[in-house]
């Protein structure tokens, strides 16, 4: 049974979230702020963490990086704000998905399972551990990028786009197909979930950008002639 970590300064949030979650079987345990997750999550092992971004003491943002010091607890961000930088700089420190309020708690909990699901699944093994495509070298076994020799500093969710962008090379591959097999979920997506990462990944990879083309109206494909 997963234990989740609720965190809002609004007691009739937690309320809500607490009711779907413990109807999903989940372990639950609440903070009304991010000073007060940090030091819960001193002491106890969490599942996933559904955190607030806006809250009294400690916002979400920095409890989150706080938490991620110590502990690899998965993080879904819940925030009134909508706007493209604030999940950008969420996605940046680690953040796995982002939920705009107001929302509903049945998407929310899908979200939770499809997170839970993809930390669950074990590491998928390549026949071939190292791809290259001109100076972008790609460690498959060892998750790492390589642009012209130096190391490209990417979060966990843009390599899993790239290895599955890479995989896929010279396939359309649709935004909906994108958020099914990379995030875990697909009627509960967000287009702007794909293009705000592929944003990300895009300046990740410099030059070598050019390798991840969009199709107008549908969704990305990785051309290369290799």
């Known amino acids: 049974m997963a234990r989740i970590l609720i965190v809002d300064d609004e007691i009739n949030i937690r309320k809500v979230v607490r009711e779907y979650a413990e109807f ?3 372990e ?3 903070a009304e702020n991010g000073m007060e997750a940090v030091n819960i999550c001193k002491d106890k092992d969490f599942d996933l963490i559904i955190m607030d971004v806006m809250m009294p003491r400690l916002d979400g943002y920095s409890a989150c990086k706080e938490i991620h010091k110590t502990k690899n607890i998965p993080v879904i961000m819940l925030s009134a704000r909508g706007e493209e930088y604030d999940k950008l700089f969420g996605f940046e420190i680690g953040v796995d998905d982002y939920v705009v309020k107001p929302f509903s708690p049945k998407e929310l909990m899908a979200r939770v399972k499809a997170v839970l ?3 669950a699944a074990p590491e998928k093994s390549a026949s071939d551990d190292r791809i290259s ?3 972008l070298d ?5 998750r790492e990028v390589y642009v012209n020799g130096q190391k490209a500093s990417m979060t966990p969710k843009e390599y899993d786009l790239l290895f599955y962008l890479v995989k896929n090379k010279n396939i359309a591959l649709s935004r909906d197909k994108l958020l099914e097999e990379v995030w875990g979920y697909d009627f509960f997506g967000d287009d702007r979930t794909v293009d705000t990462h592929i944003k990300m990944l895009r300046n990740s990879l410099g030059e070598y950008r050019k390798f991840i ?3 107008r109206g549908m969704g990305y494909k990785f051309e290369a002639a290799q």
């Open 213 to 215: 083309v969009t199709l």
């Open 28 to 30: 639950v345990d609440e």
């Open 133 to 135: 495509f001109e100076g």
């Open 138 to 142: 790609i460690d498959l076994s060892g």
């Open 117 to 119: 699901k993809r930390r």
């Open 24 to 26: 999903e079987e989940y």
